[in-house]
Every structure is written in structure tokens, then in C-alpha cells.
């Protein structure tokens, strides 16, 4: 109860120029706390504090007064909306009133109040504690436990939840149900036993059937239990039978027109994730009928509640047109208004506005800039993409350490597909050291998430990258690679057979896997199959069939099979001779950094073959083979004392 001495107190130490006191007077004359309402003493004591640089009478003098402060009358909006209700709260909490204690100051617990609001509101919280009031327990019980401004009082706070949840505040027990299930199991169990049990209760008893905790799991009984809550008209069991129903979870048949029925009753108590839901069924669902407009006026609804999933499929529906006009201005503001409240998947939108050229010609600058946003923001999928740009130089530079660390940042906090990636960056040194110890660990759990981390996998087997050499491993890893259509497995699965490394050698088998593969387009399988008719391995020589696989396999990009249909066309064997074909493959497979193909136009310049002599070329090439440790240049290059040239082509 604040007394006249107090108020007495204050004026001296307001009179001394402390601006605190200033700014409790302001507060007494302007609610008519231990003092008769007066707005001119309000207004000057706030004035006084403005002027000494106190933020907190700034913000309230702005606020709480017309003309943004210069008069000393109540704003309009302040006078008529929150004043006459405020000022009661006010004085009820001067009384020591807790429920009014709490609700005036609840709003000030948060991490970006000022610090002196801050205290004030800890100590009316404290107050309303001392009289056992349940929510005040529950919001000073979260700020203790937390332990962001008040340190040393974690499990102080832990306590106060744990009474406020036996005194069966709801939101204590949420809260203690995620954190010590096992507390308040019995109390939300009597809870649920009572004749006037919320549906609440029953939602949240529910969880506990549902996720096997304390008790055993019973999906019957979940559903059974939110089935009661929905009945008791709470709205979050109509979003989680929805959701059963629409995806048929925890194995519960599907039935989209139950989802519908469930969703459709959330949608009446006015529930924002329920009209998300209900959208995205009838603007995409193949079972149920399509209502593309009233999927644009749920999510319209949702948006004014201020959901950013509801912002990002509205976005959607103005940029492609759907239940609505096409309005790309309107899309980029949804998406980026569906982002600013951390909607994850408005990044990714955001990011494809600049890059799918459907609203705006492809700018990759932008495009980059809200991946990194979206990075920031914890979306993976983006951070995942910026390694791509880096690695194209697409909006943004070339920059291996870069690409090396967007590319862990993404595996790290699970982002599967990175995982392959990452484990090529370990085992190549890209952007760090190389290591093949920590290349297989990521290929280990790459080989968990897909077929091609499997085939990879057993590539470390084969060839003893961070693991001992065994090729029985890898062929078993291979086999299941292959037999699920990976074509770098089929062929490599082919080389084993071929080579006899973990199975028996067998030729015939290994043509076999090979096929598989280059019916897929594999460039290594194509070549290899032209090895085995070159050289009739498995099959009957056959020069012409060589030539065929090879071009496919030059035609597919693979280094080696442009060599070797360089190397046909250079010869005449299999197709006829044209040293104008074999230069363009010799130097297809150059650019790949194929030796041999080096050392070939080497000799073609040398001898004038396709092309005019050019020794300056001949030396080039040489010493471009021979700086791969290609051994017939480097003999040529010491035989003949030919000099390194200045220049490369």
C-alpha cells in the first residue's frame, strides 16, 4: 500500500534528481495511486525524466499522452481503450490484490524489457508468490528457471512451477509435461477423473497414451481420450485428429473426410491452424473436391491472425494465381511479411521468387541473399543450397573454406542430403583437411539416408578410405546399392566381377551389371562395355560394338571413353579414321584432365595430323600430361630436352 510517507519519500528523491522516482510519481498521479489522479504533475514528472534520458518515461509519455506527449490530456486511443480498466488494476495491485499484482506486470518479464521495469515487475511477481497465487508462481517460477536475467535461481523457478502445476494451473502443467512428465502424470490423471474435466486435460492426458511416457503406449486410448476433448469443444484435439486422419498417423486408417469433418470444427472455433490445414486439402488434395477460392479465403482468415505459415501459402496462391488473381507484388509481400515471423519454409519461397522466373527475371544476388537469411534463421534447406551457388559461383564467390563450412553447418544439424557432400569435402580436402577418417563417419551415415551414400560407402571398402581394405564388405554393400537401381553401384559392382575383388571373377556377370548401369546412361559403365568388346572379355571381340560404347560414353562426358573413341578415330579401328574427331576427344578428355589424351594431341600437333604443326602446342600438351606424372611425356620431354613453354593453350 503505498502511504502518503511514501509519497512524501518520493518527491525528495525526485527533488534530488533521481529519475525513478520521477518516473513512479508520474505513475501514482496518473492512476491515482496513494495520491488523487492528477494528469499535469503525471505529465511533468514524466517530462522531468524525459529530459534527464530515462527511456522508460520516453516510451510511456509517447504512449500514454495526446500529441505523442506535448499535451498533457490522454491520448484518445490510451483514454478510451486501456485507461479506466489500467488505472483499477492499478490500484487493486496497490492493494496487494494478487491476481492484479500479476496482471500488471506479467507483461514485463520479458528478456528486451528495461532493466528497471524489469525489477518492478519482479518484485510485484514476488508479491503476488508470497500469497501462494498460482500464476504469478508459474511466470516468475519460467524467468528464474530460464536463468537469462537472474542467474543462481534455475531450480528456485523449477519449484515454484512445480507448485503452481499442484495447485492444477493448466499452463504449469504444460509446461512440467514437457520437462518432468512423470510430476504431474497424477494430478492431470485426477484431473481428468472429475465430472467438470476440460477438454484440456483430457488433450493433455492424452499425449501421455500417445507417446508411451509414464504409462504404456495405447493408441486407442489416445484417440479415445481426443476424441473427449473435442467433444469438450477444445480446439487443439480437432487439429491432432485432423491430423491423424489426413495422414493417417500412430496407425490410424486415413480417411481425408474425417480430417476434413475435424478440421471443419476447429475452423468454427475461429483456429487459425486448422483453416492452414483445411486450405492445403482443398487447394491440393487428389481424394477430396477442390476449393481453390475458399483455400485462398481460409488462409486469408489464418493470415489475420498473424500465422506466417498462412502469410507463405497465400504468397503462393498471388504468385500462381490459385483461388485468386496473380499479383506478384502481393506474393513478395506475403512471403517476406510469412519470413519476418520466422515462417522456415517463406525463406525457400523467398529464394525461389528470384530464381524460377515466374514473377521476376532470375537475379541470384537477391536469391543468395534470402538463403543466407533463411541460414540465419535456422533453415537448412538453405543452407544447404548455398553450397551450390558457391560451388557454381552463382550470386556469390567461389570460395572452397566457405563451401566447406555451410556444407558441415548443414549436415551437422541433420540435414541429410548433406551428408554425402560433407564426406567428399573430408575425403578430397575441399575447403578443409583431408581425412579419411572422418570421410567414412560421414559416409557411414550417409549410407543410412540413401542409396548412393551405400554405394559410396562401399567405395571406402574398396579402395581403404578411413576403414581397412575388404572387398567382401564392399561387394555386399554394392549388391544392395545395385539391386536398388544405383547405377554407380551396378558398375562398380561390374568392376568386381570383372576383377574377381570379393566374388568370384566372372566376366559374363560383370557385362550384366554394366548394362544395368549404362542403360541408365552411366559413362563409366558405357566405356567399360567397350573394354569388353575391344578385348572380348566375357564376349566375343567386336571392334565396331567397342566404338559404340565408347562414343556413348564420350557422349555421357566420362574422360576415359572420349580417350578411347579419340584413340579409334585417331587409328580407324571401328569407325573410320578422322583426325579432325580425335582431336575434338582428345581435348574434351584434356579439359577433364585426362593424361594420355595430353600426350596423344601432343603427337597429332607434332606430326601435323588433323591439324598444322605447332610445337609450341606439342610442348604444352606434354608438359601439361607430364605435370600428372604421365610417365611417356615426361620421357619425351627429357629425351628431346624440350624446354617448359610460357604459355598454355
Known sequence: MTTKIDIIKLKSLAALGNVEAMYTLACNYLYGIGVEVDLIKAHSYLEKAVEKGFEPAKGMIENVFADKGHSAKLSPEFKEDIYEAFKSMCQDA?????????????????????????????????????????????????VYQRGNRIKGKEKEGLSMILRAAEKEYIPALQYMMRIWPEKVYQIIKYLSEKDDASGEVFHMLSQYYRDGVVVDENIDEFVSLLKKSAEKQFVGAFYDLGILYEFGKKGVTRDIFKAVEYY???????????????????????????????????YSKAAEKEKGYAYN????????????????????????????????????????????????????????????????????????????HIEHGDGIERNAAKFYFYMNKAAAGGYEEAYLDLANCYKNGIGTQQSGNLAF?????????????????????????????????????????????????????????????????????????????????HGGALNNLGIMYQHGIGVESDIDKA????????????????????????????????????????????????????????QLYNEGLGVEKDMNLVAIYLYMAADRGFQPAIDAINKNRIPRPERKE
Open 94 to 142: 496497490d492493494k496487494g490484490i494478487p491476481a492484479a499484482l500479476h496482471m500488471k506486470s506479467m507483461f514485463r518479464l520479458s528478456d528486451d524489457t528495461d532493466d528497471f521495469r524489469f525489477k518492478r515487475a519482479i518484485k510485484e511477481q514476488e508479491m503476488a508468490c508470497q500469497q501462494d497465487y498460482a500464476p504469478a508462481l508459474y511466470s516468475l517460477g519460467i
Open 547 to 602: 566404338a559404340e560404347y565408347y562414343l556413348k560414353a564420350a557422349e555421357a562426358g566420362n574422360a576415359d571413353g572420349q580417350f578411347c573413341i579419340g584413340l579409334f578415330y585417331a587409328n580407324g579401328a571401328g569407325v573410320e579414321q578422322n583426325y579432325e574427331e580425335a582431336i575434338k576427344w582428345f581435348k574434351e578428355a584434356a579439359s577433364q584432365g585426362e593424361p594420355d589424351s595430353m600426350f596423344h594431341l601432343a
Open 264 to 298: 471443419e470444427q476447429g475452423v468454427a472455433l475461429d483456429d487459425a491452424d486448422c483453416m492452414v490445414n483445411l486450405g492445403c486439402i482443398l487447394e491440393t488434395s487428389k481424394e477430396y473436391p477442390n476449393d481453390k477460392k475458399r483455400a485462398f479465403e481460409l
Open 313 to 388: 501459402n497465400l504468397g503462393t496462391c498471388y504468385k500462381r494465381g490459385i483461388g485468386t488473381e496473380v499479383n506478384k507484388e502481393k506474393a513478395l509481400e506475403c512471403y517476406t511479411k510469412a519470413a519476418d515471423m520466422q515462417c522456415m519454409e517463406a525463406y525457400w519461397n523467398l529464394y525461389m521468387y528470384y530464381m524460377d522466373e515466374v514473377c521476376t527475371p532470375r537475379d541470384f544476388k537477391k536469391a543468395v541473399e534470402w538463403l543466407q537469411k533463411g541460414d540465419e534463421a535456422g533453415n537448412l534447406q538453405c543452407t544447404y543450397q548455398i553450397t551450390k
Open 441 to 521: 563417419e560421414w559416409y557411414q551415415k550417409a549410407a543410412k539416408v540413401s542409396v548412393e551414400g551405400i554405394t559410396a560407402l562401399a567405395q571406402c571398402y574398396t579402395y581403404g578410405i578411413g576403414t581397412q581394405q575388404d572387398y567382401d564388405k564392399a561387394v555386399e554393400l554394392y549388391k544392395i546399392a545395385a539391386e536398388q537401381g544405383d547405377a554407380q553401384a551396378q558398375c562398380d559392382l561390374g568392376i568386381c566381377y570383372r576383377s574377381g575383388e570379393g566374388v568370384e571373377k566372372d566376366p559374363v556377370i560383370a557385362i550384366e551389371w554394366y548394362l544395368k548401369a549404362a542403360e541408365q546412361g
